[in-house]
């Protein structure tokens, strides 16, 4: 079963999300040294979380199996794809200017 934009990979509902994609969000800020609003946080999590994810799928990495639980592996893909984003975003930036 395919998951939604609300049913992040493994269940955790609406507030569920904006506070994993916050959370990934504000670290991916602080390991990128980047200034942005907690609304950007959240949108680049949960992002992020997908970027992550599809990598984690790519390379046969299983979280879930690893965390046994939810929240630290969804946070752990997260804040990858968060910095993954955040790096390319800059990238792109960087050479049109």
């Known amino acids: 079963m395919e ?3 609300m049913d992040l990979g493994g269940g955790v509902g609406f507030f569920g999300t904006l506070l994993i994609g ?3 969000g504000w ?3 602080k ?3 980047s200034d942005q609003g907690l609304l950007t946080n959240i949108i680049v999590g949960i992002l992020g979380s997908y970027i992550g994810g599809w990598l984690a ?3 046969g990495l299983r979280l879930g199996e690893i965390f046994q639980g ?3 592996g969804n946070l752990l893909v997260s804040v990858v ?3 993954i ?3 390319a975003y800059r990238m792109i930036k960087g050479r049109r200017a």
Do not use: D, P
């Open 70 to 72: 939810w929240f630290w």
């Open 57 to 59: 799928n790519a390379i």
């Open 3 to 5: 998951n939604s934009l």
């Open 22 to 24: 916050g959370l990934a």
């Open 85 to 87: 984003l955040i790096t």
């Open 27 to 29: 670290i991916a800020e």
């Open 31 to 33: 390991l990128t040294k």
């Open 81 to 83: 794809g968060a910095v």
